[in-house]
């Protein structure tokens, strides 16, 4: 790989973002990869803004991103505010789930029109409700996004890599469901 590969992973807390990392982290590393990661927190303990930064390559120098490649954005409007660190080629993956708030809401069709003026490729994805319906909790969606990404070649990470990183990062009594997410991702066809 000649340059690092960037991903931001928006949303807010209480989703999984620390989580994602670390099974991100652990993929890239078990790779053989160099890899740097970022924690930027907002009030994520009370549903606020939180996003991280991993970047992994043969030599990364720095943990910050100010272009990514990929951008995992866990809730939709979240995906908006990562999109300050996103450049012409960058992928955008949405689960398309809004955290309740107060005041202004903004619709997904809003979103798209944001990304699409630049020019932005992005896919929305019902992963909390597809994580609900076939595995009774939506707590698996980051997972399931994760499955996707990798099948579709938006990760490149090698399979054996997410499944290493998943055991040796989710505890014991919740891999089997952690994997039947996963799995769950890698087969989903937008």
Do not use: W
């Not at 924690?39 to 996003?51: F, K, N």
Request: proline share 3%; charged share 25%.
């Amino acid at each position: 790989m000649k340059k690092p590969f960037n991903i931001i992973i928006s949303g807010v807390g209480g989703q999984g973002l620390i989580t994602l990392l670390q099974i991100l982290a652990e993929s890239a590393f078990y790779h053989g990869f160099d890899v740097k990661t970022s924690e930027l927190h907002g009030l994520s303990q009370r549903g606020g803004s939180v996003s991280v930064h991993i970047r992994f390559g043969n030599k990364v120098y720095s943990p910050m991103i100010r272009k990514a490649d990929l951008i995992l954005a866990l809730e939709m409007q979240e995906s908006l505010s990562a999109s300050l660190f996103s450049q012409k080629d960058t992928v955008f993956v949405i689960n398309e789930y809004q955290t309740p708030t107060l005041g202004d809401v903004v619709s997904k069709k809003q979103i798209e029109n944001n990304l699409e003026k630049i020019e932005r490729k992005f896919s929305f994805i019902k992963a909390n409700e597809i994580c609900q319906k076939e595995l009774d909790n939506n707590v698996y969606a980051g997972v399931f996004l994760l499955g996707y990404c990798l099948s579709k070649g938006k990760i490149p990470l090698k399979e054996e890599d997410m499944i290493f990183a998943l055991n040796k990062v989710i505890p014991k009594k919740y891999i089997v469901s952690n994997l039947k997410a996963f799995e769950l991702g890698k087969k989903y066809e937008t």
